[in-house]
């Protein structure tokens, strides 16, 4: 029988001695490093509570620094009621009048700073001077300047050593912010589309994990809450599905483009996601010490991270390449929980993902936009399954996003709408911290725009399409738009 293998990255047997890890992805065994593994939710807990994308002064010794990311903090504050708005939309836990303080504070240190570093180039010079002249009644004027420039260093060491620690306090409260919000985002969610109606059905409708038992071709196993087997007919709906969402993209002038899996935590941070937020992403890293600065993030070849690692400090020298569509399928892996069951709460998913890079244009954007929105209405209309476009309110979206579309499918059985999709407009939020340029002239660059899409998840989907297509028998009808996809 055809069977596929769907499973959270588990540990299900670790032999130190062989330096190798046993997981149930397909019954192989990963070689990793010898003291590596890769960490439950529990074990995160201890990881490292600082930032990879800012390396401060005292850690310059010890940790290198990939990337310097674009901070511009004077025009982040330029408008502090602005930003209060935001963060209050998003109903984030940041203090902006603080970390406004912090940063006046720091820049009347840095003054100081300043100030007092051209004070001792001055005593310098004087003294260099008196120096050469020789002058016996110089003699004490010299004693009084060496003792005054002394005081100067000692003044210098303190007031450094304030500024740098100011510094790594205003930085990574800067990289805590989130992207400023589209002109076009509001305070609440807005059904834009509503297509199809509801299915009705005269029997009480099953649950997909209990269709893919009854058919043999779902099974859930023991080695992690949401492990899972797809087998037979379900398998090859799966790949189907694959297929079928790709194949509509790339009539759009999207291309095929293979991610990695892992990422470095710079790149996880430079996404938005703050690295100390254990919940949010997977870590690999080193059984001695979880603060590793080298360690990686699993999160799937499917995903806004693995698309940035490409690009990441890269100048794109030729205009005409933009704008660039790029399509991927493949996982994406989150141990964000949500409120569901059985493929809906799945941390591994099949994923069909893409991402456009384009001049830093609001009318350029505006068209990006319509475009994708025009191919994502195509895929779900011809599956002729009751779903909806929503436009997300400001508490909806990460902090990578200044504006949100999500397509959401309803699921008959726990009489909820499933994301299935998304539309996130990034604008230059990633670009400008994990510098990704856009050649201008021989002198100039500029930050180049992202809109990051969710085509499709396709387990959801799968699950999905079980729930709403089923019968009474417990048998499920496949979409015929999906159907043409079947045993290619």
């Known amino acids: 029988m055809f069977r596929t293998m769907i499973s959270h990255v588990c540990v299900t047997r670790y032999w130190k001695h062989l330096g190798v890890i046993l997981t149930r992805n397909s019954d192989i065994l990963l070689p990793v490093s010898r003291f590596e593994y890769f960490h439950t939710v529990e ?95 110089d003699l004490e004027k010299i004693q009084k300047l060496r003792a005054h420039g002394k005081e100067i260093r000692e003044k210098l060491k303190v007031i450094t050593k304030q500024v ?193 890079l384009f001049k830093n244009d609001p009318v350029v954007e505006e068209t990006m936009i319509n475009e994708i929105l025009m191919a994502m209405v195509q895929c779900y209309t011809q599956l002729k399954i009751h779903f909806h476009i929503k436009q997300y309110g400001a508490h909806n979206l990460e902090p990578h996003e200044s504006a949100a579309v999500g397509v959401q499918i309803y699921s008959p059985v726990t009489d909820m709408y499933w994301e299935v999709g998304r539309i996130s407009v990034c604008g230059d939020y990633i670009s400008k911290r994990l510098l990704i340029l856009q050649k201008i002239t021989s002198n100039s660059a500029s930050f180049v725009s992202m809109i990051h899409v969710r085509i499709c998840n396709v387990t959801r989907l799968l699950a999905l399409i079980m729930e709403n297509g089923q019968n009474k028998l417990g048998n499920y009808d496949i979409p015929d738009a999906v159907n043409k996809f079947m045993y290619i």
């Open 43 to 137: 074990s995160l807990h201890s990881g490292n509570k600082g930032s990879a994308l800012h390396v401060s002064g005292d850690r310059g010794q010890e940790v290198f620094g990939v990337l310097a990311p674009y901070l511009d903090i004077s025009k982040a504050l330029q408008n502090v009621s602005r930003l209060e708005d935001n963060i209050s939309l998003r109903k984030m836990n940041l203090d902006i009048k603080q970390f406004s303080e912090l940063w006046y504070k720091l820049e009347s240190l840095r003054s100081h700073k300043d100030k007092l570093e051209g004070e001792r180039t001055s005593v310098a010079s004087t003294m260099k001077l008196l120096g050469k002249e020789k002058k016996e009644l």
């Open 164 to 356: 740098l620690t100011l510094e790594d306090r205003v930085v990574l409260l800067y990289l805590k912010l989130p992207n400023k919000l589209h002109h076009t985002a509001c305070g609440v969610d807005k059904i834009l589309i509503s297509l199809f109606s509801k299915p009705c059905f005269k029997f009480r409708p099953e649950g997909h994990e209990v269709l893919g038992k009854m058919r043999s071709e779902l099974e859930f196993i023991e080695c992690s809450p949401t492990a899972y087997y797809l087998k037979g007919r379900l398998a090859m709906l799966e790949l189907a599905c694959n297929g079928y969402f790709s194949s509509i993209f790339k009539s759009y002038g999207f291309i095929s483009h293979s991610n990695p899996d892992f990422v470095k935590g710079v790149v996880v941070e430079g996404s938005g996601i703050n690295i100390s937020e254990i919940e949010k992403v997977f870590m690999l890293s080193s059984h001695n010490s979880d603060g590793d600065p080298n360690a990686q993030y699993l999160v799937g070849g499917a995903s806004v991270q693995a698309f940035a690692s490409y690009f990441t400090k890269q100048v794109i020298d030729n205009c005409e390449c933009l704008p660039q569509k790029l399509l991927a399928v493949g996982r994406s892996y989150s141990p964000v929980s949500c409120k569901g069951s059985g493929l809906f709460s799945s941390w591994q998913s099949t994923v069909v993902d893409g991402l456009v």
